[in-house]
Structure formats: C-alpha cells, structure tokens
C-alpha cells in the first residue's frame, strides 16, 4: 500500500457505497492514513463484515432516505467526537438499457440513487462540516459524464449531473471552508462491471484494446485518489474532476504495437 507524507490523522470520514469494491477499498486505504472512518451501506451483512476487517465502524444507509443520511452523519460525527471532516459518495448503481427500452421507474431508480443521493450527502453533511471549520467531499464520477454513453442513458444522465452539482457544492461551500471534488474512475473489475459469461482473457483482450494504458483499473490506483482528495495535500483543490482513468480522458488508444 503506498504511504503518503500527509495522512488522515485525526480526521473523521463517512464513505457510502463500502460494502464492497472501490468503496470497502477506500474504508480500508482511509484507516491505514489515521482516519476514523465510518462505513455505510444498505448491504448489511457485506457492509458490517468489510467494515470490521478495515477496523471501521458501520452504518445501514440507503442513499435515497434523507432522514437515514441525517443518522448516519450523525453516527459518524458521534464517534468522531462531534466532528466530521470527510465525506465520500461512491454509492452506485448501473441499469443497462438504451433509451426506448429503459423502464422509467428503473431510469428514476439510478437517477435517485446516483445523483440525488449525492444531493442528499452533501446536504447532511455539509452543516456538521461547517460547524468544525470545513472539511473535504469527494464524489465519484465517471467517463460516462464526459460523452454519451450507448445503452446506459440513466447512468450517463446521473454521473453529468454529479459534475455539475459538484461545481455548484464547490462555489456555494467555499466559505465554509468545504472542498468539493469529484474522481473519475477508470474501468475496474467490480461487482457492478461484471460481464456475464467473461473470463480474465476476456477482460483482458476488451481493456486492452480500448483503454490508452492497455488494462482496468486496480481498485487501490483509484482509491488512492480519493484519500488524496480527502486531505490537506489537495488543500487549495475545489470544484474539479481528478481521473484516474487509464486515459480515456485524452481519447481513443493509439493503434496497438505489431
């Protein structure tokens, strides 16, 4: 695991989403630097059982509920003693239909969950934020908020608009000495980008062709990101996109050698 010459310490985190994947790797990454960190996920057996391996506390959290973000900032601000210095929302989920095939209650159902329960943290926790002098949100993004995305409409539609409410949050909470930031991730081998019937050849041969550095992500390059983010070495970083994307930001990969 890298080190970092500035860590966490002392600092309190709340991260969503940390019942697997990137979001158990950032709980995990985030204790390693000094923080205390709480877990929150709606998978509660899968959350508590990460959350305990990570030496983290946990929280249930459906993302969509304001009154359980209302708890879970309060839980996490409890254990920290009154504070809370960090938020990161990874909560996610994926429908994969194109637009005249897209149930809408399954459109609204990613929207809710991706872009409004953004929302939702950083309201809850921006106040509690406020009151110890500031702290730091991250928020995951994606490719998919920098072009159309074929067959995912909703998800498309909701990581835009997490670009976009993360600038608002960044200008609006600058005052209150709130960074606002946003990471975007490469492709990574998650739960969620499971291909059914695929192999690590598979994998292997699709990344390799359509990502500039030739392979997916591994959850640690990201997630140390976002632990950057979260502390003061990013400390003049506010209302910006940080990708850790194997760059597919810069376009398509060069024609492969041979």
């Known amino acids: 695991m890298a080190k970092m010459s500035k860590g966490l310490?002392?600092?309190?985190?709340?991260?969503?989403?940390?019942?697997?994947g990137l979001g158990a790797e950032i709980v995990?990454?985030?204790?390693?630097?000094?923080?205390?960190?709480?877990?929150?996920?709606?998978?509660?057996?899968?959350?508590?059982?990460a959350a305990a391996g990570a030496a983290a506390q946990f929280i249930e959290l459906d993302v969509t509920d304001a009154d359980q973000w209302a708890a879970a900032v309060d839980f996490a601000a409890e254990a920290g003693g009154g504070r809370l210095d960090i938020l990161v929302n990874n909560a996610a989920i994926t429908r994969v239909a194109p637009i005249l095939d897209c149930d809408p209650?399954?459109?609204?159902?990613?929207?809710?969950?991706?872009l409004v329960g953004t929302f939702l943290g950083i309201r809850a926790a921006a106040p509690?934020?406020?009151?110890?002098?500031?702290?730091?949100?991250?928020?995951?993004?994606?490719?998919?908020?920098?072009?159309?995305?074929?067959?995912?409409?909703?998800?498309?539609?909701?990581?835009?608009?997490?670009?976009?409410?993360?600038?608002?949050?960044?200008?609006?909470?600058?005052?209150?000495g709130i960074r606002v930031n946003s990471v975007v991730p490469?492709?990574?081998?998650?739960?969620?980008?499971?291909?059914?019937?695929?192999?690590?050849?598979?994998?292997?041969?699709?990344?390799?062709a359509t990502v500039p550095l030739r392979r997916m992500a591994e959850l640690g390059e990201v997630a140390d990101l976002v632990v950057w983010l979260a502390s003061e070495q990013a400390s003049y970083c506010t209302g910006g996109d940080y990708s850790a994307d194997g760059g597919l930001g810069a376009g398509p990969p060069a024609p492969h050698p041979g």
């Open 186 to 208: 490469g492709p990574l081998r998650t739960a969620m980008t499971r291909r059914p019937g695929w192999e690590d050849d598979d994998y292997a041969r699709h990344y390799g």
């Open 105 to 114: 209650a399954e459109f609204r159902k990613v929207i809710e969950t991706n």
């Open 28 to 49: 995990r990454r985030m204790v390693a630097v000094g923080a205390q960190v709480t877990a929150a996920d709606k998978r509660v057996a899968d959350g508590a059982a």
């Open 128 to 176: 509690k934020m406020a009151s110890g002098g500031g702290g730091a949100i991250v928020n995951l993004g994606s490719p998919s908020a920098f072009e159309g995305t074929v067959g995912m409409p909703a998800y498309s539609a909701s990581k835009w608009g997490i670009r976009g409410l993360t600038r608002t949050a960044a200008l609006e909470l600058a005052d209150s």
């Open 9 to 20: 310490e002392g600092k309190v985190a709340l991260v969503t989403g940390a019942a697997r």
